[in-house]
């Protein structure tokens, strides 16, 4: 099924994740690769049966990697976009594996509406660079306090060095010439796949209400990896470093 055709299948929720996935593909092309290495390091650090908490979860795709690799897995996804999260609950109906919370992460007390109080593992991907520097730092304040001792979060994020603009320049561009190719064969970009998400039968209303949430698209922040480090460390983790990175994007790993 094509991304065209998915609004003739109402409710179509593995044609939708698939959608989802080609789109992101399209800005992140080693996407999978940084998932591996994060599951890779949650079975190298928790092992293979985690309580973990999907962080600005969207739909659910972190979960779903994990639950396929591990099945003994648990995971509560917590999001506030209602579109996104209607493809999650849609994707993860009957799972008794998957918790799915609606909550603001820049609301203080969005912790509380967790059914736990402590996780093994909380990961997060391409969804933090919304939030500027401060409430990004509130925000591993509150995620130090739900991982366990011994515990892990990990972020997979643009996390930009400012001092290296050429190299950044060459990078990007590159990066946009091969998204430009990829747009020419059919790829849907940000904007276009959320133009197919209105026009669909059961996302049109949830998705309507995420325009009112965020906009086109949520403004923020993409510091240096040295300081989501230096942060995490400030506000309780042992030890933080990168376990993967490429040209664009790190997996930073923070551990309790």
């Known amino acids: 099924m094509t991304d065209a055709d998915i609004t003739t299948t109402?409710?179509?929720?593995?044609?939708?994740?698939?959608?989802?996935?080609?789109?992101?593909?399209?800005?992140?092309?080693?996407?999978?690769?940084?998932?591996?290495?994060?599951?890779?390091?949650?079975?190298?650090?928790?092992?293979t049966a985690p309580r973990v908490l999907d962080l600005a979860c969207g739909t659910g795709t972190i979960t779903a990697r994990l639950l396929a690799r591990f099945p003994d897995a648990t995971s509560t996804g917590v999001d506030l976009d209602p579109a996104l999260l209607a493809i999650a609950e849609g994707t993860f109906a009957g799972d008794d594996r998957v918790g799915l919370v609606t909550a603001d992460l820049k609301d203080p007390d969005w912790p509380t509406r967790l059914p736990y109080d402590s996780y093994?593992?909380?990961?997060?991907?391409t969804a933090l660079h919304w939030l500027y520097r401060e409430p990004l730092a509130d925000l591993?304040?509150?995620?130090?306090?739900?991982?366990?001792a011994g515990g892990v979060f990990m972020n997979a994020?643009?996390?930009?060095?400012?001092?290296?603009?050429?190299?950044?320049?060459?990078?990007?561009?590159?990066?946009?010439?091969?998204?430009?190719q990829a747009r020419e064969s059919g790829v849907l970009g940000w904007t276009e796949w959320w133009q197919l998400a209105a026009k669909d039968?059961?996302?049109?209303?949830?998705?309507?209400?995420?325009?009112?949430?965020?906009?086109?698209?949520?403004?923020?922040?993409?510091?240096?990896?040295q300081w989501h480090a230096r942060v995490l460390r400030e506000k309780g983790f042992g030890e933080a470093r990168p376990v993967w990175c490429s040209p664009s994007d790190t997996l930073l790993l923070a551990m309790k």
């Open 157 to 180: 994020d643009h996390m930009i060095d400012e001092s290296t603009p050429r190299i950044n320049a060459a990078e990007r561009a590159q990066r946009h010439a091969r998204m430009e």
């Open 120 to 125: 093994d593992a909380v990961l997060t991907a």
């Open 10 to 47: 109402t409710a179509d929720w593995q044609a939708w994740q698939e959608s989802w996935d080609r789109q992101q593909q399209w800005y992140l092309p080693d996407r999978e690769e940084r998932f591996r290495i994060m599951l890779d390091m949650v079975e190298a650090v928790v092992g």
């Open 140 to 148: 591993y304040g509150q995620v130090a306090g739900l991982v366990r």
């Open 201 to 225: 039968p059961v996302l049109a209303e949830p998705t309507a209400r995420r325009y009112e949430i965020y906009g086109d698209h949520a403004d923020g922040d993409m510091p240096s990896v």
